[in-house]
Nanobody
Framework: VQLQASGGGLVQPGGSLRLSCAASGSVSTITGMGWYRQAPGKERDLVAGINKSGTTNYADSVKGRFTISRDNAKNTVYLQMNSLRPEDTAVYYC??????????????????WGQGTQVTVSS
């Protein structure tokens, strides 16, 4: 599976951005997708996730402001970010959790990452 992220940029506080993550390849192995972010000097943390059933989860810091959604026909996941704050500034990464079976018919779980996209919230 390959992931192509897009949509980052510079926005003023209170503004909005929408990130997109398009998956290609063996998309049937994807069990869930999510967005993570990493600010300078900090660890990469989960922002929002969505599984195959459509169940979503969010970091407390973005609840009520960010919305994750997906378009199954396009194999694309979106992150709508509203009411952006300077502390949302980070590199945002798209990730997909995969489940497939190896040659011995054993389940294998892995995660693949897209390239990061910079989001900067500043006046």
């Amino acid at each position: 599976v390959q992931l192509q992220a897009s949509g980052g940029g510079l926005v003023q506080p209170g503004g909005s951005l929408r990130l997109s993550c398009a998956a290609s390849g063996s998309v049937s192995t994807i069990t869930g997708m999510g967005w993570y972010r990493q600010a300078p000097g900090k660890e990469r943390d989960l922002v929002a996730g969505i599984n195959k059933s459509g169940t979503t989860n969010y970091a407390d810091s973005v609840k009520g402001r960010f919305t994750i959604s997906r378009d199954n026909a396009k194999n694309t996941v979106y992150l709508q970010m509203n009411s952006l704050r300077p502390e949302d500034t980070a590199v945002y990464y798209c990730a997909a959790d995969l489940l497939y079976y190896n040659s011995r018919d054993e389940p294998v779980v892995s995660r693949t990452w897209g390239q990061g996209t910079q989001v900067t919230v500043s006046s």
